[in-house]
């Protein structure tokens, strides 16, 4: 392996982590509707939280669904 591959290879690594890391607090952001926790009533709260729950499965399944095709 030579010197440009690695590099290639690190590069992408801290990518995907970067784009994962950005997409997951996308889907926080608008999960709380651009709110922050201590603005928001306890209805709002609890809705938040399962919006981030949906969210989470809906990745999973995506997962899932990728590594059968």
Do not use: C, Y
């Not at 591959?5 to 590069?11: A, E, G, K, P, R």
């Not at 995907?16 to 607090?25: L, Q």
């Not at 399944?61 to 095709?69: E, G, K, L």
């Amino acid at each position: 392996m030579n010197l440009n591959q690695i590099i290639n290879m690190v590069i992408r690594m801290v990518m995907r982590r970067g784009i994962n890391m950005g997409i997951n607090k996308g889907i926080d952001l608008a999960a709380r509707r651009g709110k922050a926790p201590s603005a928001m009533t306890p209805e709002e709260r609890k809705q938040a939280q399962q919006a981030k729950q949906t969210a989470a499965k809906a990745r999973k399944a995506a997962r899932i669904t990728r590594r059968f095709f």
